[in-house]
């Protein structure tokens, strides 16, 4: 497919890359991974023609077509937005207007005879070619990939210079997969994708016939696309055949293997010069002195990368919250004639690990917003809960931060006095080195200001977290120090991230938006997705959101399908089975969800291989606190199904019509919540026993 031969390229004194040979063959999919400043775009932008090698060359075979994806930059104007992707089947375009002409030719009494014969030859070599490249179906593969990549239909005529930046890339990327190039250099293509984006993207990737390079600081898409990494370290570049978690296990074992190398050879050559030293102006040892002068001469030092240092450390101490942290109760939140949310409800409940998916656009950040209290509902109330403090971290936080004061200042200023001592690992962490901490704020480029932010964030003591996309921007050693972070946080976080990985290792909740309305499920991401996929196999609709009253608000653990029969949902408790704990019904259905959900299989593939036993202590702990916290929840439901129970008993209970049946609905939303609930306690009580 494309070879580099003896490849070299440099900026002034700073090599990249070194004499470099390097195959790619058709049908490879290649993650490029490497520290920061490696040289992985300026490789890209070669392997695309825009930028010239020092020496060396790229080989590429007649017949190669490339499509290069930049990070940013690219903007489109002029066309209306199906226009502007169509153009990536220019040639067929081109064909059929042709074509169109000539049948209005041919239907012209006055053509004359020798031009007829020409016009019919054309005409079979034009339908020739549109057959070849299905140009019947162009209208159709826009559509699929415009409406993969989020764009909705009412988008299709809006003018391209209508959309904003991260729509504009998203226009890019849709003409590259549209003209199928049978090389695709993609360079963050995740960037500025929502999950069901990204999701698609992952999938449409992993049935790519030709080959793909792709940059990406998303681990998650890197595994699922990949089938090969090609790391771009010290000048050159080294293949690891698999997935991007089988590529750290290899090259931590490589780079321990090539450190006690270097070792070993730095005290073979200590050794030699002290011996020269020594024994440097005695005759007798001459001849042993310069053989081992000439012995230094011919040693190739052995290269070792820097050893990227790992950043621990745990967020300042906070009292704990109460148990109800956030409640929305009957919201109502529109711009202009666009209703984003339409009567909604929500609790969010100490400990709770909430992410909010959603297409870009469905108000993901909005109800952040609101959550926040930084703006308000046009109707309904939010309450925040006895001793909640909290910290939001938004979309355009990076922009907020003072651009007089330097880098360490802004870090300060923000800082308790017990944690300015942190400061500079924290700001290490997120590749602030050295004389950068001096830099001002208002110098940093934006992968930069949001870096600082992040970091800025992990200093203030909180005991509930709202973060809307803290990982834009972040390469994969600052996350892994944000991740690790928010791991070990034992309050309320509620966040929104487009990186797959950073929301399977976190949420234990999935709120979806989208509809100007929300559904709450008690699961993981990964047990999100296979729960809607089964809905979609099955053509169950998503259920109609029941009537929501200040006396009965939709809970963040009220499961998806509330309203359903009870025979419908495994795992549902059955009336009269209040004991305050899960029953051998409830444990059997948990059992079996467990071994039909797939999302054990997957998720347990993502964990990261350098996990160590406190890392294990540490999660043990935490389960605790949740078996504990559910135990107590679910005691509190009980009662009040028993209250409800002893009310629908009374002899007048039906009088009042409206009353009954929102008492109705709220005793089985809690019996489904109830039934919930058991099986997570059920799964916590079980994960730390052996298999």
């Known amino acids: 497919m494309i070879q580099l ?63 290069y994806l930049p990070q940013d930059g690219i903007e489109h104007e002029g066309r209306t937005l199906f226009d502007e992707a169509s153009t990536a089947f220019q040639p067929v375009l081109d064909a059929r207007r ?56 009412d988008d299709f005529d809006k003018r391209t210079e209508s959309f904003s930046g991260g729509w504009q890339m998203r226009v890019a990327l849709a003409k590259l997969l549209l003209g199928r190039p049978t090389l695709l250099l993609l360079d963050e293509p995740t960037n500025h994708l929502d999950l069901d984006a990204r999701n698609w993207l992952e999938g449409y990737l992993t049935a790519y016939p030709y080959a793909v390079i792709l940059v990406s600081h998303d681990r998650f898409f890197l595994d699922a696309v990949v089938t090969r990494i090609a790391d771009l370290s010290l000048r050159t570049i080294t293949d690891y055949v698999g997935t991007y978690s ?75 919250s109460g148990r109800s942290v956030l409640t929305l109760e009957d919201v109502h939140k529109r711009y202009d004639d666009h209703v984003v949310f339409d009567r909604i409800g929500l609790t969010v409940e100490r400990g709770d690990r909430i992410a909010i998916v959603a297409p870009n656009g469905a108000g993901k950040s909005t109800l952040m917003r609101m959550l926040a209290g930084t703006e308000a509902p046009d109707r309904g109330v939010r309450r925040e809960g006895h001793q909640v403090v909290m910290q939001y971290f938004a979309q355009d936080e990076a922009n907020r931060l003072d651009p007089a004061k330097t880098v360490y200042e802004v870090m300060e200023a923000d ?32 992968g930069e200001r949001t870096r600082l932010a992040v970091a800025r964030m992990l200093l203030r003591p909180a005991n509930t977290l709202l973060l809307d996309e803290p990982t834009n921007h972040l390469d994969l050693d600052s996350k892994d120090v944000l991740l690790d972070a928010l791991a070990d946080f034992g309050g309320t976080l509620i966040f929104v991230s487009h990186d797959r990985y950073f929301v399977d290792r976190l949420a234990t909740k999935i709120v979806s938006v989208g509809g100007g309305d929300l559904e709450v499920y008690p699961g ?56 305050g704990r899960p029953g051998s019904d409830a444990a059997a259905h948990a059992a079996a969800r467990k071994l039909e959900a797939p999302a054990a299989g997957r998720g347990a593939d993502r964990r990261r291989p350098d996990a160590d036993a406190r890392r294990e202590r540490r999660a043990r702990e935490q ?11 679910i ?39 109830v039934g919930d609930l058991m099986q997570q306690w059920e799964a916590l009580q079980t994960a730390d026993q052996p298999d």
């Open 635 to 673: 005691a509190d439901r009980e009662q009040e199904i028993r209250s409800l129970e002893e009310a629908m008993a009374a002899a007048d209970f039906y009088s009042d019509r409206q009353t009954a049946e929102a008492a109705i609905a709220r005793h089985q939303s809690l019996m489904w919540e």
């Open 415 to 446: 800082s308790p006095v017990g944690m300015v001592p942190a400061i500079r690992n924290i700001l290490g962490g997120f590749l602030f080195a050295g004389d950068d901490i001096y830099k001002k704020a208002g110098v940093l480029s934006g």
């Open 246 to 320: 089988r590529y750290l296990v290899q090259r931590e074992a490589e780079l321990t293997q090539r450190r006690k190398a270097k070792q070993d050879q730095d005290d073979e050559i200590a050794r030699m010069r002290a011996f020269i030293d020594r024994f440097r102006y005695q005759a007798t040892k001459a001849a042993q002195v310069q053989s081992r002068i000439k012995m230094l001469d011919k040693i190739v030092p052995i290269e070792v990368p820097p050893e990227r240092h790992r950043v621990h450390f745990t967020f300042p101490t906070c009292p704990k």
């Open 623 to 633: 389960r605790a606190r949740r078996v504990e916290d559910l135990e107590a929840r």
């Open 5 to 67: 031969t003896g490849l070299t390229k440099s900026f002034g004194e700073r090599v990249l890359l070194d004499n470099v040979t390097w195959t790619v063959g058709d049908g490879d999919r290649v993650g490029l991974c490497g520290p920061n400043g490696a040289g992985k775009t300026t490789l890209l932008r070669m392997l695309a023609g825009l930028e010239e090698a020092d020496r060396g060359g790229v080989a590429r075979p007649a017949g190669v077509t490339i499509g």
């Open 524 to 579: 993981t991401y990964e047990e999100f997705l296979w729960s809607q996929a089964r809905r979609a196999e099955t053509g169950t609709a998503r259920p109609a959101t029941p009537e929501r009253s200040a006396a009965a608000p939709l809970t963040a653990s009220a499961p998806i399908g509330a309203g359903a029969a009870p025979s419908a949902r495994p795992g549902a408790p059955t009336a009269g089975d209040h004991s």
């Open 98 to 153: 042709e074509l169109d002409r000539i049948e209005h030719d041919l239907a012209d009494p006055a053509l004359p005879d020798g031009e007829h014969e020409g016009l019919l030859v054309r005409y079979h070599d034009l339908s020739d070619f549109l057959r070849r490249e299905e140009g019947h179906s162009v209208e159709l593969r826009v559509t699929q990939i415009l409406t993969g990549l989020g764009f909705s239909r």
